[in-house]
């Protein structure tokens, strides 16, 4: 069963330090997402992404953020200067079109900030 | 105001039994909603979509009232393997919109 994948399962980083996550959507899937889930919280969406542009973000995804998908496979997430509250989990998610809106979530990265 | 409201719990059930969760969504513009199931430290999994006509899944069963913006999820005959949390998400539109999740509900089920 096709899967959504995400490097590395884990990273820690030095506050001020840029960091860069990865995902590999499904292969078919149109649309992708990153999600973040802080320790103990809910799920919370930042950034949706289609056609090669943003489609939507919330105001957690503010200028230290960006997502590129640099070939046919992989989409990233990029935060420039790391802070000690950007330390939680990191989803990323994809779906196939826009008549139904299931996504799929993949594994997450825990990024920890120091 | 929260926008997707659910008890945190935890439930604590034996096996066999019969469970159930509740949520209140704040936007009454919401089309589509969902129960997703997250188990400790793992990425959310999609259990079943919820429709206004209510629908099933095995044991499980899932119900709309979009006159009081709920949503319930009953568990029927509980197994062990249930044990997670159970998150309660809606979006405001069909298609690429993002997903609001409640903070969830914790389940145990106790042999």
């Known amino acids: 069963e096709p899967e959504v994948t995400q490097t590395p399962s884990h990273q820690v980083t030095q506050m001020g330090q840029e960091v860069i996550l990865r995902c590999v959507p499904i292969?078919?899937?149109?649309?992708f997402y990153w999600y973040r889930q802080i320790l103990g919280q809910k799920v919370e969406f930042l950034v949706s992404?289609?056609?090669?542009?943003?489609?939507?973000k919330s105001e957690i995804f503010d200028d230290q953020f960006s997502v590129e998908r640099p070939d046919g496979s992989n989409f990233t997430l990029k935060i420039r200067s790391t802070k000690l509250e950007d330390s939680a989990m990191y989803f990323c998610?994809?779906?196939?079109?826009?008549?139904?809106?299931?996504?799929?979530f993949g594994p997450g990265t825990r990024l920890t900030v120091l | 105001r929260k926008e997707v409201e659910q008890d945190p719990g935890p439930f604590n059930v034996p096996e066999g039994a019969t469970v159930a969760f509740n949520c209140t969504y704040s936007n009454s513009a919401s089309q589509s909603f969902f129960w997703y199931r997250q188990d400790c430290r793992k990425e959310p999994k999609l259990l079943m979509s919820v429709y206004s006509s209510g629908n099933e899944d095995g044991r499980f069963t899932a119900q709309l009232n979009r006159a009081s913006q709920y949503i319930s999820l009953l568990i029927r005959d509980s197994k062990l393997s249930d044990s997670a949390t159970y998150l309660c998400v809606v979006s405001a539109f069909s298609g690429n919109t993002p997903l609001v999740f409640g903070k969830g509900t914790r389940l145990s089920v106790i042999a």
């Open positions: 992404f289609y056609n090669n542009e943003i489609s939507e």
């Open positions: 292969s078919n899937h149109l649309y």
């Open positions: 998610a994809s779906s196939l079109d826009s008549s139904y809106n299931e996504q799929f």
